[in-house]
T-cell receptor, first 112, second 112 residues
Framework: KAGVTQTPRYLIKTRGQQVTLSCSPI?????VSWYQQTPGQGLQFLFE???????NKGNFPGRFSGRQFSNSRSEMNVSTLELGDSALYLC???????????FGSGTRLTVV | DQQVKQNSPSLSVQEGRISILNCDYT??????FLWYKKYPAEGPTFLIS?????DKNEDGRFTVFLNKSAKHLSLHIVPSQPGDSAVYFC???????????FGTGTSLTVIP
């Protein structure tokens, strides 16, 4: 079956702009989480959605937001981009806590 | 506040030898632990997991050990192969939540 699909793979934006990233989970997975990966920081949790509701939120400013649609697809939005937002953004889906995550390949965002 | 820590950013091991990757955690509510492997330009892939009711789980060349009293887990790879060269992340989750907490990763290089 198809894996977790993230689009686009690469993005270059300028400071102050906003960006929307997309994630299509594995069919049947209703939980979608987003992580930010930067060198030396590991994977930092952004938020988790389940059945169109945000269930958990990490320690990121309000410029980072997300949503989930009825088909479980999720989008993440970052407004007023800063240079420090340059990172690999990973989306992961799961059918339950004890099944672990399946990650997408990520979107590499570069802010210039 | 890094609740899951991987204190060794890198590790080099000769092919055929054992690789030991370590992970420490601070939250006693964590009860499920996972290891992920990540190649460049790809999302992390699930490797092996362990529940807090066990102290060892084995899958082929990979074994995870959990020491709950020390809040420490380790991943053993025996024998190590050049294809194992990647970044390894440990992750943990509490029994009440849906959020996985990741370490900062250890970059393993297996030298042929």
């Amino acid at each position: 079956k198809a894996g977790v699909t993230q689009t686009p793979r690469y993005l270059i934006k300028t400071r102050g702009q906003q960006v929307t990233l997309s994630c299509s989970p594995i069919s049947g997975h209703r939980s979608v989480s987003w992580y930010q990966q930067t060198p030396g920081q590991g994977l930092q949790f952004l938020f988790e959605y389940f059945s169109e509701t945000q269930r958990n939120k990490g320690n990121f400013p309000g410029r980072f937001s997300g949503r989930q649609f009825s088909n479980s697809r999720s989008e993440m939005n970052v407004s007023t981009l800063e240079l420090g937002d340059s990172a690999l953004y990973l989306c992961a889906s799961t059918r339950g806590q004890n099944y672990g995550y399946t990650f997408g390949s990520g979107t590499r965002l570069t802010v210039v | 506040d890094q609740q899951v820590k991987q204190n060794s950013p890198s590790l080099s091991v000769q092919e055929g030898r054992i690789s030991i990757l370590n992970c420490d955690y601070t939250n006693s509510m964590f009860d499920y632990f996972l290891w992920y492997k990540k190649y460049p330009a790809e999302g992390p892939t699930f490797l092996i997991s362990i529940s807090s009711i066990k102290d060892k789980n084995e899958d082929g060349r990979f074994t995870v050990f959990l020491n709950k009293s020390a809040k420490h887990l380790s991943l053993h790879i025996v024998p190590s192969q050049p294809g194992d060269s990647a970044v390894y992340f440990c992750a943990a989750t509490p029994n009440t939540g849906n959020q996985f907490y990741f370490g900062t990763g250890t970059s393993l290089t297996v030298i042929p």
